[in-house]
């Protein structure tokens, strides 16, 4: 049974468009990595998805339930959660109240402010730090953590490891592992490829606003992905 | 990245005019210059209603120049109007022939400006908006001290009872135009330099702009006293148009909401917007304002309606639709044409 | 004695500007909405509180407390109506929405109620003459106190809410990035009605006080509204706390300078407000981030 | 070529009158009953002119001054050059009628106007006092400090006191004309000013004037205030214990709404009025009666009468006359030098140019009175008139009371 | 580019400390990059490297410690100055100018950064947006791209002012193999030319493709410095910031 059904979605940037009817589906606890290169339309994928950008055309649905309308506010209410690129902390806020707002009408669920703390232990120094005086790693850590704050099903995260040392990639991952063990879903934007294959069960190849390649992460290798990347290769249907 | 070839510049050249705009500021300029025969064949009505649309338009123009380009939103451009037809007065009073006293006049705004701009550039945002304001409204209280200016009475321009009624006219309306096509060739000139993007790039992010080289604090300080200069102008003739004036109307807050009016009605940022903003705003003024409230009710409620369903302004329609422009401002980077097709089998 | 007689009635007075301020303030913080209507939405809110008044025969607070609910729902009406898509079309474009908002509140109060100037300050008996005598030279208004009582709970109160709660918390990140804040759960716009109910509420309060200090017409909406900025600024931006400093701040600094010469008064709270603007310790005053 | 001349210039057989007031804007009180005034001038008007054996056409055309000075002189130049009127009409404070004043003296267009101190208008406009005449085309008739001076010198000694005048005039016109002129004639007659400077307009306190007046012993106070600012000052006033004999209030308290306002305070109030239903005057043009004049509104407009509907009314009575004082009402210099000849039987009295002050203006009389309650009538208060020394012919109805008494 | 660079430059930091209240972020370090020299900075999360390329590039003023170009003390000069002096800047997060083309965000910084004019310009931006892989994307309003391509005009940016010492803060997160092996490339390119490179990034086999030397900071202090592949292979340095996973 699936989470996530996306059917013939499109969506636009002005006259550009930035995914042009995308089909795909993502399983209850699947964890998917999207691939792709620069501006092939990822983030206007997931943001579309999260509700934070207007669908054009198709259909998005969640749980069985038609959400290409909802509003991202409800949708979260419903279990999708986006880490959107470019982190967007409430600057002025401290590391704290940012977790503390996104907890506030979240989903009953295991994540609380000290729950998220002990699996990102890096932030607890920074509770009461501004989110505006943070790292760019720093901030990055604390995107993902008040993501989890929501007890989302679905968490979708736009470049993970962008900005974070090895060692906070790690803690990251471990995070997240953690979250897929404990029954939700996840679409990752990641372009540590080894670490993409590695911890997805699914690989999405985005070319252009187009899936050109959804296969089992196992059966991939980086060569096909990176032919994939570059149109070379024929875009199989799903 | 793709790798570097060697002659990517010969590849690409950068377009800044089109036959298109050539044509267009060319018909511009002619149709400017064509203005000023106005005053020899039409009725007296139109010579004085053009009048008061060219202060409009410089002011619009100022304003959008200040806030569109510069990022510079003032809530207290009346100060420079005041100061410029106070300042008239003034030298009229001390015998300076009236004309004289109108130029003259608009350079003191510029250099009022020059004093005020080390304390409020150092502002920004709401504190930028709301400190010109203040200063706009100090100004006016003090002009109210000053008994010879006519206190809190108001005063009028007598010197220019001396023309003949069509002469003054005549004479006022030139003037008017002259500074407006001055105004309007600087603008021009300040995109067309390397100044303008300057300007803009401050306006989006001054630190950013500063990192890059750009010394920021001369720029906004010109464009500031540049934006002086043009409201200085502007309250002189307006002065020169009306003939009285009063402190408290001359330095309200009320020119700057036309100001607003206008740019963001016209399109704010382009170089069209705020003269198609002031002709609109003009024309309504001029159709409807005998209809008391129910016409200011009106002029509320076009701006808020342009706001919500237009609100990048009346220029965007066609500027949206045909890709219109009519001043050869922009860049524009393009492949040059007719290359040897082995070029495209290395890459 | 007339010093501190001065100071004093600045105080009071400044109690009345940082009443005004605070919607101002509020709008600003939350919604980066420089709200040229302010000073009108405070007039309509005293008519209304007028009309209540003067029909059902009560006193101007009963006025206002049955006035409020009307003018809570008018904020909300007015966010989801107006501004919510204003705010979309980048900071300059609510400028020229609350612009035309003002002149047509203005003007639509000229046509229902005619250019005649009222005032609450009849139907508030002792209220708005009474005092303390303390001495020949020094007596303490019991509205003067009142206004300067109201403003300390409603800033504050407001100061709290926002810091502590999760109410406030929500408040401010909405106002920091609301496409954001809709990514965590929170509904911006119902966010920004809550605020603007709660602007709009607050300058019927100002509204209502002034009208009873004084008297007002259709036109009266503006006068105020350049002390409400200067008070918002002195404070900092978004600061409700600073705001009620820079209401008393401009407050005592008119009176002052009315004691050494009355020409001086208004002209002494600018001078007060650029003085501030351009010493050093007073420009990190007003830009240190206080939210 | 040759310089475009002025607009529309004597043709036709219609004869436009232009009336500028204000409508919006702050000044609004003042502009309120104008539109009663206009329909009566145009039913007047409505059969025409005959002059000099010719039959004209009269068409009026009322504008807007917004209470601001750029607007009245626009509309004023609209009305000159686009509507072409013969004969120009301006009524209701400085910022509207000073500029539409300019712009017809500039461009040789008859102008009268009314209701601005004529101090304020004369030097307001540049005119020295020395000048006999300063302006050609532009004419004016309203009281002046002389008059305020005659009333309150006859209002005041009707009850006892010390004789010291607390003021608050403000730095505006009607402040600083009156500073200037009023005060030292007040000393003269034994009066000692108390005089703590003039503020500004919009002040929102008033403690430091109150502390001043209350030390100096003060129990007469005269103002010329914005109605705001006095109810704010007169609350303060209340506050802090300060309760002159005589509260002498000008420019507010014209209209009742404005005294209305200020409550239990208000009564008691003493005012001065340069028109009330009690003048005992007729309309030359419309033939209507003051009485008349104020029922008619009352029951047209249903509020009760303002003092602006006599002014705004003779403005027709004399621009009816200077008319039909030419020849060829389309000759502007003729009608203009009309005009300072004229002898007009209007509402507010008889208006004869020539006399004085000046060349330019007919000073017309201000009457003292002060603000009753009226007891079981329509409206709460009533102005009755205490002195008429500056017009006998109209009836004193009262006596001045102290305030509070 | 286009402009003849002299030999042998160098921007030195000495003793260069920097706290925010009570919080030492940078305590007491040395950093010196010659012309024609790469370095590489890496270090935990919040160890200091962005603060020290503020103190280097003007955005921030150290509370102790001194900032010398060619030997000339610029501690105290505007981040405008430096620039104009040759230090060219890419920041961790771009802040391109919105309202602005492609083209235009890069001719700011080739005609005030690096003073040239009118064709000079253009054909300077012309080559860097080629260099960056912007070109195709020249007339787009910035605000438009998605964030590499932001990264990368931050990128374009800096090297359009013509600088001889360039500082270069995360450029290559997120980008993929194949874009990462072009900007190994072109940083080397660069460096050819005789700029001086520092390079912030936690890409750390990019980074060493592409540097002479690499600096490892943790906790406002420099923990190991020098040949990029001993300091890899140093156990504090694996210890602070590569983890085991290396
Ligand atoms: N706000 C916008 N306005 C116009 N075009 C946009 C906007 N945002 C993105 N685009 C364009 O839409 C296309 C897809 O962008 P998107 O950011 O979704 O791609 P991406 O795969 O996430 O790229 P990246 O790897 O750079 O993050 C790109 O061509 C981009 O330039
Ligand atoms: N303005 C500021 N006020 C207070 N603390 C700050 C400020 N700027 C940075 N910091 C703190 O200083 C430390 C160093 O920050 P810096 O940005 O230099 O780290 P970094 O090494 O670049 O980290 P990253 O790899 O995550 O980008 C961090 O702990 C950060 O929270
Ligand atoms: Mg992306
Ligand atoms: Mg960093």
């Not at chain 3, 400044?14 to 909405?33: E, H």
Request: overall charge neutral; aromatic content about 8%; some cysteine.
């Amino acid at each position: 049974m699936s989470l996530l059904e996306v059917e013939g979605l499109s969506a636009r940037h002005g006259l550009l468009n930035a995914v042009r009817e995308m089909s795909f589906s993502v399983a209850d606890q699947q964890v998917v990595a999207i691939v792709g290169a620069n501006g092939a339309g990822k983030t206007t994928l997931l943001r579309t998805i999260a509700g934070a950008h207007p669908a054009a055309g198709g259909t998005i649905t969640f749980d069985g339930l038609d959400i290409t309308r909802m509003p991202a506010h409800r949708r979260v209410r419903e279990g999708i959660a986006l880490v959107p690129e470019g982190r967007r902390l409430f600057s002025e806020l401290t590391v704290e109240e940012n977790l503390r707002v996104a907890g506030r009408r979240a989903r009953p669920g295991p994540w609380n402010v000290g729950s998220v703390l002990d699996a990102f232990p890096m932030l607890t120094p920074l509770r009461d730090r501004r989110a505006a005086n943070l790292s760019g790693g720093q901030q990055q850590v604390t995107a993902i953590a008040r993501a989890l704050m929501t007890n989302p099903r679905l968490l979708i995260v736009d470049e993970v490891s962008l900005g974070l040392s090895p060692t906070a990639v790690d803690t990251v991952y471990a995070g997240l592992g953690r979250l897929r063990d404990a029954g939700a879903t996840l679409i990752l934007v990641e372009q540590d490829l080894r670490r993409a294959l590695s911890f997805a069960g699914h690989v999405l190849c985005v070319l252009e606003g187009r899936v050109v390649l959804a296969v089992p992460a196992g059966d991939l290798t980086r060569e096909q992905v990176t032919e994939a990347y570059f149109g070379l290769q024929s875009s199989e249907p799903r | 990245m793709t790798s570097t070839s060697a002659d990517v510049p010969a590849l690409w050249a950068v377009r800044r005019s089109s036959t298109g705009t050539r044509i267009s500021s060319a018909a511009l300029l002619a149709a400017g210059v064509a203005l000023f025969a106005v005053p020899f064949g039409f009725a007296a009505g139109v010579v004085q209603q053009l009048t008061t649309l060219f202060i409009f338009m410089i002011l619009a123009v100022m304003w959008n120049a200040l806030a569109g380009y510069g990022g510079q939103v003032s809530v207290g451009q009346q100060a420079y109007l005041g100061s410029g037809a106070y300042a008239t007065i003034f030298l009229t009073q001390h015998a300076v022939p009236p004309y004289l006293a109108v130029l003259l006049a608009a350079v003191a705004s510029a250099l009022l400006a020059v004093l005020l701009a080390p304390l409020l550039l150092r502002l920004r945002g709401g504190q930028f908006a709301v400190g010109s304001w203040v200063v706009a409204e100090t100004l006016a209280l003090l002009v109210a001290l000053d008994a010879d200016l006519g206190g809190g009475t108001g005063i009028s321009l007598r010197g220019l009872n001396a023309y003949a009624p069509n002469l003054r006219r005549a004479y006022t309306y030139w003037i008017t135009l002259a500074i407006l096509l001055l105004l309007l060739g600087l603008v021009v000139y300040l995109l067309r330099h390397r100044m303008g993007v300057a300007l803009q790039a401050i306006r989006d992010d001054e630190d950013a702009a500063a990192a890059l080289g750009v010394r920021t604090g001369p720029l906004k300080f010109g464009l500031f006293v540049l934006a002086g200069f043009g409201c200085g102008a502007a309250g002189a003739l307006t002065l020169a148009n009306t003939l009285f004036i009063q402190p408290q109307s001359i330095f309200g807050v009320q020119w700057t909401a036309y100001m607003i009016f206008m740019v963001l009605v016209g399109g704010i940022g382009t170089f069209e917007g705020p003269i198609l903003g002031a002709i609109l705003f003009f024309l309504l003024q001029q159709q409807f304002a005998q209809y008391g409230a129910g016409y200011l009710i009106g002029l509320g409620i076009i701006a808020a309606g342009f706001a919500l369903y237009l609100p990048r302004g009346l220029w965007s329609l066609p500027a949206d639709r045909l890709h219109l422009r009519l001043l050869p401002v922009g860049y524009h980077l393009q492949r040059r044409v007719a290359r040897p097709s082995a070029r495209r089998s290395d890459v | 004695m007339n010093w501190i007689n001065a100071v004093v009635q600045g105080l009071l007075l400044g109690g009345l500007y940082a009443l005004f301020a605070c919607g101002l303030s509020l709008l600003f913080g939350v919604m980066r909405i420089i709200n040229l209507a302010h000073g009108d939405i405070a007039v309509l809110g005293a008519f209304l509180v007028w009309s209540i008044t003067t029909r059902a025969n009560v006193s101007p607070l009963l006025g206002l407390a049955l006035a409020l609910p009307v003018m809570l729902a008018l904020g909300y009406a007015l966010q989801y109506t107006v501004l919510a898509r204003s705010l979309r079309g980048g900071t300059l474009t609510p400028l020229l929405v609350t612009f035309g908002l003002s002149i047509v509140i203005q003007n639509g109060l000229l046509q229902a109620y005619s250019p005649d100037v009222r005032s609450l300050g009849g139907s508030a008996g002792t209220l708005s003459t009474g005092s303390w005598h303390l001495t020949a030279q020094l007596s303490i208004p019991y509205l003067g106190v009142l206004t300067l009582a109201t403003a300390v709970l409603m800033l504050g109160g407001l100061q709290l809410c926002l810091r502590h709660t999760g109410w406030g918390r929500e408040m401010r990140a909405t106002a920091l990035d609301s496409d954001t804040a809709a990514l965590v759960g929170v509904p911006a716009s119902a966010v920004y009605a809550r605020a603007t109910a709660i602007a709009v509420g607050v300058a019927t309060v100002a509204g209502t006080f002034l009208a009873v200090h004084s008297t007002f017409d259709p036109s009266s909406g503006p006068t105020q509204l350049i002390f409400a900025f200067e008070a918002v600024v002195i404070g900092g931006l978004g600061s409700l706390w600073g705001t009620l400093t820079g209401g008393i701040v401009l407050g005592v600094a008119q009176t002052i300078g009315a004691t050494i010469d009355p020409q001086y008064s208004i002209l002494a709270g600018h001078l007060d407000f650029l003085g501030i603007l351009a010493s050093p310790r007073g420009r990190s005053l007003i830009t240190r981030s206080t939210t | 070529g040759k310089l475009a001349d002025d607009g529309a210039q004597a043709t036709g057989s219609t004869l436009k009158i232009g009336f500028v007031s204000p409508r919006t804007g702050p000044a609004a009180s003042f502009g309120e009953p104008d539109g009663y005034v206009l329909s009566l001038a145009r039913k007047a008007f409505a059969g025409g002119l005959t002059i000099g054996g010719t039959r004209y056409d009269l068409q009026i055309i009322d504008r807007d001054g917004q209470s601001n000075p750029q607007r009245g002189a626009q509309v004023a130049n609209d009305l000159i050059n686009s509507d072409g009127v013969d004969l120009m009409l301006a009524t209701s404070t400085p910022e509207t009628v000073n500029p539409v004043s300019d712009a017809c003296e500039a461009a040789g267009v008859p102008c009268i106007s009314t209701v601005v101190p004529w101090e304020a208008w004369y030097f307001g406009r540049g005119a020295k006092p020395e000048d006999k005449q300063a302006f050609k085309y532009t004419y004016h008739f309203c009281f002046g400090v002389e008059q305020f001076h005659q009333a309150y010198t006859h209002l005041w000694p009707q009850v006892p006191t010390n004789k010291k005048v607390g003021v608050m005039w403000p730095n505006d016109s009607d402040g600083n004309a009156i500073r200037a002129a009023l005060g030292p004639l007040l000393a003269k007659d034994g009066y000692t000013i108390v005089d703590p400077g003039a503020y500004t307009d919009g002040t929102n306190d008033f403690s430091a004037q109150i502390a001043k007046f209350k030390a100096e012993g003060v129990e007469i106070f005269n103002t010329f205030p914005i109605p705001p600012d006095f109810a704010t000052f007169w609350r303060q006033a209340a506050q802090q214990g300060f309760r002159p004999r005589i509260a002498q209030i000008a420019k507010t308290g014209l209209f009742p709404s404005q005294v209305e306002a200020l409550g239990d305070i208000g009564a008691g109030l003493a005012s001065a009025a340069y028109w009330t239903p009690t003048y005992p005057y007729t309309s030359a043009l419309t033939k209507v009666s003051s009485k008349e004049l104020a029922d008619g509104y009352q029951n047209e407009a249903g509020k009760q009468w303002s003092q602006q509907l006599g002014p705004s009314l003779a403005l027709f009575d004399v621009a009816a006359a200077a008319l039909r004082a030419v020849a060829n009402p389309k000759d502007r210099a003729a009608v203009a030098k009309a005009i300072g000849t004229l002898d007009v039987q209007t509402p507010v009295g008889r208006l004869r140019w020539g006399k004085g002050p000046n060349g330019n203006v007919v000073a017309t009389p201000i009457l003292g009175g002060q603000w009753v309650r009226t007891t079981g009538g329509k409206y709460p208060l009533d102005f009755v008139l205490c002195e008429n020394s500056s017009d006998p012919n109209v009836p004193v109805a009262a006596q001045l009371k102290a305030y509070g008494a | 580019m286009s402009k003849a660079i002299p030999a042998a430059r160098a921007l030195t930091g000495r003793g260069l400390s920097k706290r925010f209240g009570d919080l030492v972020v940078l305590d007491d370090v040395d950093f010196s990059v010659v012309a024609g020299d790469a370095v590489g900075i890496v270090g935990p999360n919040g160890a200091g490297k962005t603060t020290l390329l503020n103190l280097l590039a003007g955005s921030l003023r150290p509370n102790a410690g001194t900032i010398t170009l060619d030997d000339q003390d610029i501690t105290t000069t505007s981040p405008a100055t430096r620039c104009r002096r040759g230090i060219g800047r890419a920041m961790q997060i771009p802040r391109p100018f919105a309202g602005l083309t492609v083209l235009e965000n890069v001719l700011v910084g080739a005609s005030y950064g690096a003073g040239l004019r009118g064709q000079h310009a253009y054909r300077h931006c012309a080559e860097v947006l080629d260099t960056c892989g912007l070109i195709e994307l020249a007339n787009r309003r910035a605000d438009s791209l998605g964030l590499l391509h932001r990264k990368r005009l931050e990128l374009a940016r800096a090297l359009a002012t013509g600088p001889r010492i360039l500082l270069l803060d995360e450029i290559g997160g997120g980008l993929t193999d194949a874009e990462a092996v072009d900007l190994v490339v072109t940083v080397r390119k660069l460096r050819e030319r005789g700029i001086g490179v520092v390079w912030i990034e936690h890409i750390v086999h990019v980074l060493v493709q592409a540097v002479d030397r690499l600096v490892c900071m943790d906790a406002g202090r420099i923990i190991a410095d020098g040949d990029p592949q001993a300091v890899l292979s140093d156990a504090v340095v694996v210890d602070a910031y590569l983890g085991k996973a290396q």
